[in-house]
């Protein structure tokens, strides 16, 4: 009886790990457009994790606007959450909230508003830093910026250069916003992980 159960317990691993090493054999198996590779092939380490903190302008008044808006609705004017406005911005992102600050990089995409019921834009855009040994390197962003709340929370869906195969999130909070000409400063403060 034991010497049945040892026999049956070998077959059962044999069998075991011949499935195991076709497995193995078909995962490693490459196709004319796409092979596995080792993290280590594009010299990844560790990831990392790095907090960012700086102060986006949107400026919307005066000669030189940072943001302008390039597409409306017929009924944009009747809405109170000006929906359907879709802005283009190419804002400078500096390190304290004054604007003569050292510039770290720039935000540039779109935001659109995107609520009939509150003034909520769908914000799409790189921050594009300039500064030290981030110059060069991007942050791709899509959220959901609700501005008249405290903290916005928007995901960080990728990025370049130092910041290939990121993810996050950034936060943002009102500084100073003047309800006359609608120019803001936004507190950014971003969490991501990287290499
Ligand atoms: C950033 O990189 C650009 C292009 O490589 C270079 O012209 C510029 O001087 C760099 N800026 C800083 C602050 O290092």
Known sequence: MAKISRNATSSFILLFSTILISMTLATAKSDSFSRNLSPKNLGLKREK???LQFYFHDIVSGR???AVPVARAAMTK????S???VTMMDDPLTVTPEISSKLVGRAQGIYASASQSELS???ALN???SEGKYNGST???LGRNSVFSGVREMPIVGGSGLFRFARGYAQAKTHEIDLKTGDAIVE???YVFHY
Not at 78 to 81: A, T, Y
Request: proline content about 4%.
């Open 78 to 81: 009747n809405s109170f959450s």
């Open 49 to 51: 994790l790095s907090h």
């Open 83 to 85: 929906f359907g406005l």
């Open 64 to 66: 030189n606007p940072t």
């Open 139 to 141: 942050l791709s962003i």
């Open 121 to 123: 834009f769908l914000m």
């Open 127 to 129: 921050f594009v830093f």
């Open 188 to 190: 950014y403060n971003v």
